[in-house]
């Protein structure tokens, strides 16, 4: 038997956090610098949307891209509506299939796997074919925020209602070890920071018509008074939801590695602050380095 057949298979479970995702880039472009190349990828919403972009061969492009969003950009590919959640996000996936590859998830070297709750059942879904984007998005509909996703006959939900962070896939898909970036041990309930808000306002200052901003401030903003808005509620109560079924999912399938970026003050829409939750999940490759070598070894690279 060679070294290589030796090796583990090594898995990479993205969790579900929103703009906290951010840090999955970070802590996947780390990975590699140190040669560690995950061999399965599954991901569970945002979790789902970086991975997809990683297996596509786009991570560092992608990153560039992040990095730049404003908070303006960030509301500007978002279409509001009133239908099944505020942002129906096709506007924002076309956007991504515009601008970056979208192969299917069949021809890639790596496996992929994307997590989505179906609507009508509550049944966990796994996503192992077709266009990575499609897959990724599917498992992106946040209740309350992104309006659901119809695949074939069914519609889905957002994967983190069921398997926020999805080790039992990456274990399924022939993972030896796994490790697991988990986004939701921090619970914060806003979706907007009060940064954010604060930025929002100061870029529609001079604004004479009732933008985009304003409608989305409307949506978002609690009352003057700081009592919860409706959308904290939804926010706050997602994320009580993801943390406790993380808890118990991983009490039950505990991977060998486990990441927790430390993000406490992002709110869930703070998508504008990618530099910092980059840099972050890079540091905390960084301070697992000795762990995550003594679990896969440090030359993975040529595996795949």
Known sequence: MSNDDKRPMVGLALGSGSARGWAHIGVLQELEEMGVRPHIIAGTSIGALVGAV?????????????RKLSVRDVFGLMDISLSGGVVKGEKLFSFFKERHKNPEIESLEQKFVTVATEMKTGRETWITEGPVLKAARASCALPGLFSPVQ????????????????VSACRALGADVVIAVNLNAQLVGHHLSRQTRSEAEAENASSEERSIWHKVMDYFEADEDDEPSFFDVIAASINVMQDRITRSRMAGDPPEITLVPQLEDFALMDFHRASEAIEEGRQLVRRHAEDIEGWVGSALAERV
């Open 54 to 66: 990683y297996v596509s061969g786009q991570l560092d492009e992608f990153a560039d891209w992040v």
């Open 151 to 166: 695949v074939g006959e069914r519609w889905m939900l957002d994967g983190g209602l069921v398997n926020p962070v999805p």
